[in-house]
């Protein structure tokens, strides 16, 4: 199946300072991204719908001058979390869409990245 | 994009089939319902996708009644490693589609 990776796979950081957070689809090309942000015990959040060549879409209520999203290529997007504080720990999932499967309409998810903001 | 309703928690024991119900009252006609399964600090799993009746893969199955206004996702024969969170979702699948996550069923295998 179509394999979706993330780098870091975690992160501490201090407060004040950037964090990029990459999310690459390995054996697919994928025209669309999405962010997830999950805090403990919660569900997965819709941040963003990254797009290959355009500007990402974000939902209501997520800053998108705080959360830099960029999908240069069809196989990378990657999310800046700039001037991190610590609310913004988090547990921090990519998804992509692969058009080319049987299954088209399946989303394959990243492993995550847990970001720690001291 | 459609809601979902789903119980909290649901525990079981080894070897039991365990059904988790969602409910999805305002399902739209392009609606795809999938199901993901979600260990802790991992990403959400693919586990099965329908749009009606019943489909059935290496995992589960998943019945849909004929109004598709709720599905059931069963898993046959569960072992301590099913406990995860189980996200029932529902979308028209089209490109861009946006996945609304709800509250999702922990579930709790036990021996």
């Known amino acids: 199946g179509a394999v979706v990776s993330q780098h870091p796979s975690w992160v501490i950081c201090k407060s004040g300072t950037s964090v990029k957070i990459e999310c690459r689809s390995l054996d697919f090309q994928a025209t669309t991204m999405f962010w997830y942000r999950q805090f403990p015990k919660q569900s997965l959040m819709l941040m963003a719908t990254?797009?290959?060549?355009?500007?990402?879409?974000?939902e209501q209520g997520v800053e998108k001058d705080k959360f830099l999203i960029n999908h240069a290529s069809l196989t990378l997007s990657t999310l800046t979390v700039t001037s991190a504080h610590p609310e913004d720990s988090s547990f921090y999932i990519c998804?992509?869409?692969?058009?080319?499967?049987?299954?088209?309409?399946?989303?394959?998810f990243g492993p995550g990245t847990r970001l720690t903001v001291l | 994009l459609a809601k979902t309703t789903q119980p909290i928690s649901m525990d079981s024991y080894e070897g039991q089939e365990v059904n988790i119900t969602c409910s999805h009252n305002?399902?739209?006609?392009?609606?795809?319902i999938t199901w993901y399964q979600q260990f802790p600090s991992q990403g959400p799993r693919f586990i099965i996708q329908g749009y009606k009746t019943k489909v059935t893969n290496e995992v589960a199955s998943l019945f849909i009644p004929a109004d598709r206004k709720s599905s059931t996702l069963s898993l046959p024969r569960v072992s301590l490693s099913d406990t995860a969170v189980y996200y029932c979702?529902?979308?028209?699948?089209?490109?861009?589609?946006?996945?609304?996550f709800g509250t999702g069923t922990q579930l709790k295998v036990e021996l």
């Open positions: 305002n399902i739209a006609t392009n609606d795809y």
């Open positions: 990254s797009n290959e060549g355009s500007k990402a879409t974000y």
């Open positions: 998804s992509a869409e692969d058009p080319g499967t049987l299954r088209g309409k399946e989303q394959f």
């Open positions: 979702l529902v979308g028209d699948g089209g490109g861009g589609n946006k996945l609304t």
